[in-house]
């Protein structure tokens, strides 16, 4: 797979903003020309993003940062995040095949078994129990502390009937967030599906509050042009989608790097090596193109 650079319609001048774990980084491009009109830097304020990134845009003047028709967001935030192993606490509920669950199979803590099995064409097996659900999202809610919940079953990609409605118990038990696999990818492999939604869940305030801080600093200062972020394969979404599945932009740092280092080098075979304040990310560009894995990405300890 592989994913070739594509311009807007209508869009001539492009803001991208880059929140990393030292620098915040912005720069305004003309996409018509193909040239960079102005950018800046400033140091990422890890205890309050926005006074890092009101810094970089008061570097760029008020003409040209008001002249943008779009803003790109790309940040290491996410990635940052897993790798030092922070976010908020959540509750895994899972479904596996038979009943069953190897705990060595799972490294998300807390997790819970509970009632509900599918064949894996989807059918279903064994129905779900309410009443349990109910009961361990009250227990992990208030007695487990979590703020938030991922919920996954075997076959889940197939039929995710079973998903659905154990979110929606324990959205109406809780009032918290809840994230399914099914939504996050269609892979078949239920425990990975399983833990990048519980990834997901764990990192969802951070995505919000960064892209509050960024939308805020934009309107401050006059911009009024849509924003969208990055995604881990370089394609954009919208801030909906971002913060609803900031796993998307696990990469999204990363893929933005490795498309201004190919940009900026001309070279259509190369090694991109960037090496940042909390890790170092690697990629390969083969023919102009950047080749994008289909099974996922390996992030610290975690298969995605």
């Known amino acids: 797979m592989s994913r070739k650079p594509e311009k807007s319609g209508g869009v001539k001048r492009c803001m991208g903003i880059d929140v990393g774990g030292t620098f915040t980084d912005a720069v305004v491009m003309d996409l018509v020309s193909d040239t960079v009109l102005e950018k800046a830097k400033a140091p990422t304020t890890k205890w309050e993003p926005s006074v890092g990134i009101g810094e970089a845009l008061d570097h760029l003047t008020p003409a040209c940062r008001q002249s943008v028709d779009l803003v790109a967001l790309s940040t290491t935030l996410a990635t940052n995040a897993i790798v030092e192993d922070r976010g908020q606490p959540v509750g895994l509920l899972v479904m596996p095949p038979y009943g069953r669950l190897d705990p060595d199979n799972f490294t998300h803590e807390p997790k819970v078994v509970v009632a509900g099995q599918m064949d894996i064409d989807g059918t279903e097996l064994a129905p779900i129990d309410p009443d349990q659900v109910r009961r361990v999202a009250r227990e992990l809610g208030v007695h487990g502390h979590v703020t938030a919940f991922a919920v996954a079953g075997f076959a889940g990609h197939v039929n995710p009937a079973h998903e659905l409605a154990v979110k929606d118990i324990i959205r109406a038990e809780t009032g918290l967030p809840v ?57 954009l979404v919208s801030l909906k989608v971002a913060r609803e599945q900031p796993i998307l932009t696990l990469l999204s740092g990363p893929a933005a790097s490795v498309a201004g280092a190919r940009h900026l080098a001309g070279c259509r075979d190369a090694v991109v090596i960037d090496i940042g304040g909390t890790t170092t990310d690697m990629a390969i560009v083969t023919g102009g193109e950047v080749p994008v894995c289909a099974e996922g990405a390996i992030v610290g300890k975690w298969q995605t």
């Open 179 to 235: 994230t399914c696999g099914y939504e996050i990818t269609e892979g078949a492999n239920y425990r990975i599906r399983a833990e990048t939604a519980a990834l997901n869940a764990r990192i969802m305030p951070y995505l919000d509050l960064l892209i509050s801080q960024v939308q805020h600093g934009l309107m401050e200062r006059g911009i009024r042009a849509p924003v969208m972020v990055v995604r881990s394969d370089g394609s």
